[in-house]
T-cell receptor
Framework: EAAVTQSPRSKVAVTGGKVTLSCHQTNNHDYMYWYRQDTGHGLRLIHYSYVADSTEKGDIPDGYKASRPSQENFSLILELASLSQTAVYFC????????????FGSGTRLLVI | AQKVTQTQTSISVMEKTTVTMDCVYETQDSSYFLFWYKQTASGEIVFLIRQDSYKKENATVGHYSLNFQKPKSSIGLIITATQIEDSAVYFCAMRVASSGQKLVFGQGTILKVYL
């Protein structure tokens, strides 16, 4: 069964520290995405990738970096975590077709203190 | 730029009734795809149903159906015979062919189904 797996499921980070969120998909999808969810804002796109070794900025990329070392793996990196980055982060993947739906991971709950 | 708006923050309905959730969208593209997703209490997000902009027929999947009103840029989700398990957050989303396969989400509507 096609799946998107995120790790860790939850994390507590210290302000100014580095945080890496990982995502692995077994869907053989080309496209991968990182979204952030805050109460009242729905899901907002941070970074995405069409192909390995290439990433694109989404709508709210400031304070985040992304890495796509292979088709299956996509990481989100917070170099200097801040309180405002406390949120739930979702990874998703999809095929190269505009009418294809996304497959989402279970989310990573990040608390920055 | 694309935009999706869900104005209903929360809806409560009695079990076995029908509920409609509203969604309006903005785009300059002539080709686009509209999706509804459900987020359960555990946080899992699952795809429910899709409407293609070029199709006049409203999409239907199980007890989910869509009310697509293209002139009004509106795509409502209709759930018939609601069940307790339908209690969740529902997101409307749009994807346009020219935007690089990116989904733009609305703010979400909380649905509570009670006995």
């Amino acid at each position: 069964e096609a799946a998107v797996t995120q790790s860790p499921r939850s994390k507590v980070a210290v302000t100014g520290g580095k945080v890496t969120l990982s995502c692995h998909q077994t869907n053989n999808h080309d496209y991968m995405y990182w979204y952030r969810q805050d109460t009242g804002h729905g899901l907002r796109l941070i970074h995405y990738s069409y192909v390995a070794d290439s990433t694109e900025k989404g709508d709210i990329p400031d304070g985040y970096k992304a890495s796509r070392p292979s088709q299956e793996n996509f990481s989100l990196i917070l170099e200097l975590a801040s309180l405002s980055q406390t949120a739930v982060y979702f990874c998703a993947s999809t095929r190269d077709r505009a009418n294809s739906d996304y497959t989402f991971g279970s989310g990573t709950r990040l608390l920055v203190i | 730029a694309q935009k999706v708006t869900q104005t209903q923050t929360s809806i409560s309905v009695m079990e076995k009734t029908t509920v409609t959730m509203d969604c309006v969208y903005e785009t300059q593209d002539s080709s686009y795809f509209l999706f509804w997703y459900k987020q359960t209490a555990s946080g899992e997000i699952v795809f429910l149903i899709r409407q293609d902009s070029y199709k006049k027929e409203n999409a239907t999947v199980g007890h989910y159906s869509l009310n697509f009103q293209k002139p009004k840029s509106s795509i409502g989700l209709i759930i018939t015979a609601t069940q307790i398990e339908d209690s969740a957050v529902y997101f409307c989303a749009m994807r346009v062919a020219s935007s690089g396969q990116k989904l733009v989400f609305g703010q979400g509507t909380i649905l509570k189904v009670y006995l």
